[in-house]
């Protein structure tokens, strides 16, 4: 088999309490991951014992050595300075620059985050383009973003946002002052059907999004916003719903210079020790004029 940047492999001895074991039960449970991939992987070649392909009901026995290559990234490493957060054996956690994509849009050539990490090691394997790949922030948004190094906190991270047990907090300069000190925003969205990279109210999603306003100023707010799920575009197109855009948007708002959106803090438990992580990311210069608000604004 073939090497490729980015490609991981592993050998896992098969010990006698695991003997007469289906070989994807077995892998599915060693690895952290599910039997779906463990299948793929198999159907696929990259589990062997001996160096032979083998059925994903096999049975195992003692002492055997199970062979697995993971697939490459897919994606040309392209050197890239980020700013690392955190960073284990586990995962990585940046602060996203404005401008640049989480992963391939279509094309692989272009720098993303996958492609500027991929140059620092390996990912955890994922869908062609996207290794490591947990979730997401659009391009023009900056803030705190995780990615996995390994297969088991991948399906450790991935769960927890499907569980919605992630904290996230962002940071957003919106147009107008806003009357109210907090409030909820809850409306379900959909894809525009006119222009379906847009999002709009009234789809089938459900969605909700809570703020707190930290600051006004010369016809703008600073909000601290929470998004209780986890919809494409949520904070964007519920913050326009009120009457408030974020400054800056050029696709739900009057655009500008940059989106005044930031994924401020993230957290989460660790895969691997099962502590809480939180991490803050110092939002980008644009915030700046805040800094005020934000230096005397306590944790909640």
């Not at 952290?32 to 059925?55: E, F, I, K, M, Y």
């Not at 980020?82 to 620059?97: C, F, G, T």
């Not at 991929?118 to 869908?127: I, N, S, T, V």
């Not at 919106?174 to 009234?202: S, Y």
Request: without cysteine.
């Amino acid at each position: 088999m073939g090497t490729t940047e980015g490609l991981r492999s592993d050998r896992i001895l098969v010990g006698p309490e695991q003997a007469g074991h289906r070989i994807d039960r077995f892998l599915a449970e060693q690895l952290g991951v599910s039997r779906a991939l463990v299948q793929r992987l198999v159907d696929g070649g990259q589990v062997r014992l001996g160096g032979q392909r083998v059925q994903p009901s096999r049975r195992l026995k003692a002492g055997e050595v199970i062979e697995i290559a993971w697939p490459g990234p897919g994606i040309q490493p392209r050197p890239l300075d980020l700013a690392v957060l955190w960073e284990d054996d586990d995962l990585v956690v940046i602060n996203k620059p404005r401008g640049l994509p989480v992963h391939p849009a279509g094309v692989k050539e272009g720098p993303t985050v996958v492609a500027a990490l991929l140059a620092r090691g390996p990912l955890a394997p994922g869908p062609e383009g996207r290794p490591g790949v947990v979730h997401r922030l659009d391009a023009e948004t900056t803030g705190a973003l995780v990615l996995a190094k390994t297969e088991q906190a991948l399906h450790s991270l991935a769960q927890q946002f499907k569980d919605r047990k992630v904290h996230k907090e962002y940071l957003a300069v919106v147009e107008g002052e806003v009357e109210v000190d907090e409030g909820a925003i809850e409306g379900h969205l959909g894809r525009d059907r006119t222009h379906p990279w847009r999002m709009q109210l009234g789809g089938t999603k459900a969605a909700y999004t809570e703020f707190w306003v930290l600051g006004r100023r010369g016809g703008k707010s600073l909000l601290r916003v929470q998004p209780r799920t986890g919809r494409t575009h949520q904070i964007r197109v519920h913050l326009r719903a009120i009457g408030h855009p974020v400054v800056g948007d050029r696709k739900y708002g009057q655009g500008g210079d940059a989106l005044l959106l930031h994924a401020w803090v993230l957290g989460f438990t660790h895969p691997r020790s099962s502590q809480w992580l939180e991490v803050r990311a110092p939002p980008p210069p644009e915030f700046a004029a805040w800094s005020g608000e934000l230096s005397s604004t306590p944790r909640p």
